[in-house]
């Protein structure tokens, strides 16, 4: 009895050794590839299920690892989410989208929209509504608009702090869409404390759409919810054709998914991304 808890108690402190060390040279990995840059944004474009036009995207981070190759964020957001790192990704990624932006060829854009992913640490940070005045002041001319899509995977407090900084971002005509809706557990607070322009529905809905009642259900009731909220819905993770129709039909009002494109290069969306000037 003795010698096996023994054995246990030191099988399990190798085991949650290496998972640390694994962690914490991941992290050091990591600050490291801030620093060299080898965290590349990526665009997804976002759908208008009315139109048929793009009319913005999403920003996903991919980690050019030189010998990894891609590393999927997946992987070290929520390790950057609970080390303070996150806020220096997204600062990095709004920096290098409005570096883009402000490239010669590109053509301005008006209504086109580019969301980027916040966590909570970045919006109790003040910084944020800073680093959305900066992308404006780079990108005075481009018409691009900025979204910031709130997850409820660790909770943003409602406190005055958070209040005053949704009050300064409407005021700098930052968008702002509720990621994974339903998926956590503040979603409909969330939607009193945000008042959001969008509502994003998870691909987990998105995929069950056409063979699971229970999922059907849920879609209906988030799509009248943010009906009679006045929000548009963007529904993740589109794949085929079907789930299309099925969910344009349902009453949403934009697409995002494979079925379109998948993240790209941002070069690569901005060459395709069809300009609604004249
Ligand atoms: P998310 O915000 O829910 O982003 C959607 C994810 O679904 C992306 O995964 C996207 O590539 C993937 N996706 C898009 N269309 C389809 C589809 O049709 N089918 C399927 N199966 N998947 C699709 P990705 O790029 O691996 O990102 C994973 C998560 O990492 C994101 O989930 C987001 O929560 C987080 N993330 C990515 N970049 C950032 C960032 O810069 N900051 C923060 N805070 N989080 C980020
Ligand atoms: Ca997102
Ligand atoms: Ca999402
Ligand atoms: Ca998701």
Redesign the pocket.
Known sequence: GVFLTLLLSALLSTITTKTLSRRNTLLFMLGKALDKNELIPFI?PIVEAQSGNTVGG????RWKHPQRGHI???QF?PLAEQNGL?TR??QS?LCHVADALNSADIIPARDMTLF????AADFMNHDIADWCREFRRKTPLSGWQIGL?I?EREPVEDTQLAQALCEQLDALGVQISI??FGTGNSNYRYLMQFRPRYIKID?VFTAGIETDASREAIVRNIIAIAQDMRCMTIA????TASQKVKLAAMGVTHF????FSK?VEMAAFFRNTPNPLP
């Open positions: 997804q999403e920003v996903l981070m999927s964020p997946e957001i996150i990704i997204t990624g980027f992913n916040v966590s899509e997850t990621d994974d691909k993740e993770g589109v794949e995002q998914g494979y079925y993240p």
